[in-house]
């Protein structure tokens, strides 16, 4: 008796989840301009891993090898990840809490980007860490803070129950943020110059801090916060941000580690010299 229960149960739970990804699917091939933001990305995301294997075919030094790594996994992650909101399984569509602009409508939330930001975004600062030789223990301290963001982001997008409280994460995630700016501002530009890395650093800095600081103007100008915009144009905006902030930033730092492999453990053998003078 009990498991003729259960089993109408379990049947009941798993048409509405399948339900739910195949209207988003529906929602995003009804929508051109919506579709059209997430494949040009999938192009893109697979052009630069191409051209990026290419690129770093010559790099040998175990230092350099590791920055080229780091850099390589943003575009395969991205790649999985527009995938998976192309195909409506990282969307879903959330009611808007009382107060929201579209309070009471379903909104169709791309909650998969902030899983893309949580791990490619850590791949972007540790090959900015590694090439300005930053100290290993700020290095995890600014990458942590930069997955509180992501998480608390993604806390923001996906809470129903209160506007106020969506507002208070995306407050938190600011916050996250904010360790990671001043990191990039403030103390890794001194590691860049001991290091000799300081001219693309400060050049990567900028793009990078330039278009960071867009997410979270999108968010609050987005369906997510004042719903200013469209689902399409908040879609399209992160995605010309992807572009930017991962793979020409991924591009540049990629062809200045080809062309001066040599400079990139500069710091770390003169290090070691004089390691080994004092112990003498």
Same mark, same amino acid.
């Given at each position: 008796?009990?498991?003729?229960?259960?089993?109408?149960?379990?049947?009941?739970?798993?048409?509405?989840?399948?339900?739910?990804?195949?209207?988003?699917?529906?929602?995003?091939?009804?929508?051109?301009?919506?579709?059209?933001?997430?494949?040009?990305?999938?192009?893109?995301?697979?052009?630069?891993?191409?051209?990026?294997?290419?690129?770093?075919?010559?790099?040998?030094?175990?230092?350099?090898?590791?920055?080229?790594?780091?850099?390589?996994?943003?575009?395969?992650?991205?790649?999985?990840?527009?995938?998976?909101?192309?195909?409506?399984?990282?969307?879903? @569509?959330? !009611?808007? %809490?009382?107060?929201?602009?579209?309070? $009471?409508?379903?909104?169709?939330?791309?909650?998969? =980007?902030? +899983? *893309?930001?949580?791990?490619?975004?850590?791949?972007?600062?540790?090959?900015?860490?590694?090439?300005?030789?930053?100290?290993?223990?700020?290095?995890?301290?600014?990458?942590?803070?930069?997955?509180?963001?992501?998480?608390?982001?993604?806390?923001?997008?996906?809470?129903?129950?209160?506007?106020?409280?969506?507002?208070?994460?995306?407050?938190?995630?600011?916050?996250?943020?904010?360790?990671?700016?001043?990191?990039? @501002?403030? !103390?890794? %530009?001194?590691?860049?110059?001991?290091? $000799?890395?300081?001219?693309?650093?400060?050049?990567? =800095?900028? +793009? *990078?801090?330039?278009?960071?600081?867009?997410?979270?103007?999108?968010?609050?100008?987005?369906?997510?916060?004042?719903?200013?915009?469209?689902?399409?144009?908040?879609?399209?905006?992160?995605?010309?941000?992807?572009?930017?902030?991962?793979?020409?930033?991924?591009?540049?730092?990629?062809?200045?580690?080809?062309?001066?492999?040599?400079?990139?453990?500069?710091?770390?053998?003169?290090?070691?010299?004089?390691?080994?003078?004092?112990?003498?």
């Amino acid at each position: 008796m009990m498991e003729c229960v259960a089993i109408p149960a379990l049947a009941e739970v798993s048409v509405p989840l399948q339900t739910d990804q195949a209207d988003a699917l529906n929602r995003i091939r009804d929508d051109a301009a919506l579709s059209a933001s997430l494949w040009v990305n999938i192009a893109l995301a697979g052009f630069s891993t191409l051209l990026f294997v290419y690129m770093g075919r010559n790099v040998r030094d175990a230092r350099a090898k590791l920055i080229w790594g780091a850099t390589l996994m943003i575009p395969l992650v991205s790649i999985s990840s527009y995938l998976g909101l192309v195909s409506g399984l990282t969307v879903g @569509l959330i !009611e808007m %809490p009382p107060g929201h602009p579209l309070g $009471g409508e379903e909104v169709l939330s791309q909650w998969g =980007r902030y +899983l *893309t930001w949580a791990l490619s975004t850590p791949m972007i600062l540790l090959a900015l860490g590694l090439l300005a030789d930053v100290d290993t223990a700020d290095l995890f301290v600014v990458i942590t803070a930069d997955v509180g963001m992501c998480v608390t982001g993604l806390a923001a997008a996906l809470t129903t129950s209160s506007y106020g409280l969506r507002w208070a994460f995306y407050l938190v995630s600011c916050a996250f943020f904010a360790v990671v700016l001043y990191a990039l @501002l403030v !103390e890794w %530009p001194s590691d860049a110059a001991d290091a $000799g890395t300081d001219e693309i650093f400060s050049t990567l =800095r900028v +793009l *990078t801090v330039g278009l960071w600081l867009g997410y979270p103007v999108v968010w609050a100008a987005g369906v997510e916060g004042f719903a200013l915009v469209s689902v399409a144009a908040t879609s399209w905006a992160y995605s010309a941000l992807d572009v930017l902030a991962k793979y020409v930033f991924a591009y540049l730092l990629l062809r200045w580690v080809a062309s001066n492999e040599s400079v990139i453990p500069r710091r770390s053998a003169s290090e070691a010299s004089a390691a080994a003078t004092a112990d003498d």
